[in-house]
């Protein structure tokens, strides 16, 4: 509500000051070269017009930090720091190139506390969710775990729509995330390993991902996302989820008539053995019983508390080598804070990762940290009837539940109610996620400030390759050992949810602050060339693929390469106006 409440507070000042500068300068508009005070005439009004924030580069040095601080086209909506005036404010110009290199390693850094937070967070959580909740194995495949594989992508669209500036943002990684993960990560899979994709579900996805891009290409060329739109998004991803479960059910029901009649198998029940071979030999062995003393102790609960705090497996450690020790390092101390601030359940575990003193610590950090960190903590620090703060009173609250949770529980046993732990970690460690994500936009906003980038290319290129970077590995893991078929199916499973549910729930939310329609604000001929990019990519496929008899070998895994690869450098002309529309 904050970012709809503050454009309507800016509309009729911003009329008023920009008929004045209009009257001054003779119907031109501010000159870019001219110093500040020239370019906006004082009035009685104390706001300053919206001027594109790119600007600020083709200003004199002197005047930058009081433009980027009286602009409003230069604040951030939400967020814990301001980047644009850490740059041109803190940073003399001659130091330019190193606020730009500082600002480069804390967004690889904020990445890499995205993947740690899904992987090791926020996905174990959705799983004890889906478990508690005894859903099947493919409706938590369509749910939860694609809200817990896409769920930086997701983050990031709800962060980028909440600010119409930013929403080229959303649209550039959702479709640049798309166009690379249909493209390179499926042709690399067919590179890898060349193999046999199974029919009806490649054609059931990728017909879902066509008609999912034809809508939201329609709302681009609308301008705007009405609630209806919102709702139709993700109703069209319920439809999906329902058909999926349904071909499941009717793959299941030809498969007991093959067993009977003694059938052949088809490559979709190959692909339904290649998931039970990957289970069996992920699963089939502890290797912690190797490490179990053979002699019983009991742990104290302070030993209890040191060993679950600590995120460093010395036995690991000794055995990894140098290039994994350096990325340990720096994941140790947002790994120590995730452990510290969110709990974890684990239904795979005889005692559901139960740590009796850590969870009672949680049970007073995470509702602290979840109030600290909802919308940049405006709620925490709201003091009820102007006396008492919101996070004293979930501090109170939550040390007398932990100290009734510790005095009524043992260390050996989890209670009856452990499972709402799993429901606490997915709501902390969404937050955690959604806290990375808007920092992510802010800082790669105020790079393309500095470097006259749109937020579509920006989107298309490092949002959405610093979000797909986990699905990428993970992919070609699969298809290194051997499973190409189950890789190249993740790859058109998980977009369908980004792209559905990103666009639908980041306008939903939006629509809900500001009870008005989304406006879109494309960024010129660049998102329609990457819109048009993708739905090329798909249409390729859709008749390639069929016509090899879904043999898919290294030459069409060059082809989606080689198509990428054109694409990226059709969306970087356009970006520096190589390319452009002639205007008659």
Avoid at 498 to 523: A, T, W, Y
């Amino acid at each position: 509500m904050a970012g709809g409440l503050l454009h309507l507070y800016w509309v009729l000042p911003l009329l008023c000051e920009l008929l004045m500068v209009e009257t001054v300068s003779g119907g031109r508009g501010p000159s870019t070269g001219a110093p500040i005070s020239s370019q906006f005439p004082a009035s009685g009004v104390n706001q300053t017009p919206t001027v594109d924030c790119r600007e600020v580069c083709s200003l004199n040095a002197s005047d930058r930090c009081d433009f980027v601080r009286t602009n409003p086209d230069c604040r951030s909506e939400g967020g814990y720091l301001d980047y644009l005036e850490g740059i041109f404010c803190h940073f003399p110009p001659s130091l330019l190139p190193l606020a730009i290199s500082l600002y480069a390693f804390w967004l690889l850094y904020l990445f890499l506390i995205l993947g740690v937070t899904a992987a090791k967070f926020f996905c174990p959580n959705l799983s004890a969710i889906s478990s508690t909740l005894k859903l099947s194995h493919n409706v938590a495949g369509v749910t939860f775990l694609a809200f817990g594989n896409g769920a930086p992508d997701i983050f990031s669209a709800v962060v980028a729509f909440s600010d119409p500036r930013t929403a080229g943002l959303a649209f550039g990684a959702l479709f640049g995330a798309g166009t690379l993960v249909t493209t390179v990560v499926a042709g690399s899979i067919a590179i890898l390993r060349p193999f046999t994709a199974a029919s009806r579900p490649f054609l059931r996805d990728i017909i879902f991902y066509m008609v999912a891009v034809f809508l939201i290409f329609t709302a681009l060329y609308h301008g705007r996302v009405t609630l209806a739109w919102a709702l139709g998004y993700l109703g069209f991803y319920v439809f999906y989820v329902v058909t999926v479960v349904l071909c499941t059910w009717i793959y299941q029901w030809q498969r007991r008539r093959a067993l009977v009649y003694s059938m052949p198998g088809t490559p979709e029940m190959l692909s339904e053995s290649e998931e039970d071979r990957v289970s069996s030999n992920t699963n089939s062995y502890d290797y912690g019983e190797e490490y179990r003393p053979l002699l019983f102790y009991q742990e104290t609960t302070a030993q209890i508390l040191v060993r679950a705090l600590n995120p460093l497996d010395y036995r690991k450690w000794r055995t990894k080598s140098v290039y994994w020790r350096a990325l340990k390092v720096f994941k140790l101390p947002v790994e120590f804070l995730l452990l510290l601030t969110v709990p974890v359940m684990d239904p795979d575990k005889e005692d559901g990762n139960w740590k009796r003193p850590l969870n009672c610590l949680h049970l007073v950090i995470s509702p602290l940290f979840l109030v600290l960190t909802l919308q940049s903590g405006t709620y925490g620090v709201y003091e009820i009837g102007g006396l008492f703060p919101v996070w004293a009173v979930v501090v109170i609250v939550g040390t007398a539940l932990a100290a009734v949770t510790f005095f009524a529980t043992s260390n050996s046993e989890p209670p009856r109610l452990h499972w709402l732990f799993a429901f606490l970690g997915f709501l902390t460690s969404a937050l955690w996620i959604n806290a990375a994500a808007t920092e992510v936009v802010n800082i790669l906003r105020s790079l393309g400030v500095v470097f006259r980038l749109s937020n579509t290319v920006l989107g298309l290129t490092l949002l959405a390759w610093g979000n797909s970077i986990g699905d990428v590995f993970s992919d070609f893991t699969l298809a290194r050992q051997g499973y190409p078929r189950m890789a190249f199916s993740a790859c058109f499973g998980g977009i369908i949810f980004n792209i559905l549910v990103g666009v639908g729930l980041g306008c939903l939310l939006q629509i809900s602050r500001s009870h008005m329609e989304v406006k879109l604000e494309p960024d010129g001929l660049l998102v329609w060339v990457l819109a048009g990019a993708l739905g090329l990519s798909l249409v390729c496929s859709l008749v390639s693929v069929p016509l090899q008899c879904f043999q898919l070998n290294r030459v069409y895994g060059c082809c989606l390469l080689l198509f990428y690869l054109t694409f990226l450098v059709v969306a970087l002309l356009t970006e520096f106006g190589v390319i452009h529309l002639k205007t008659v």
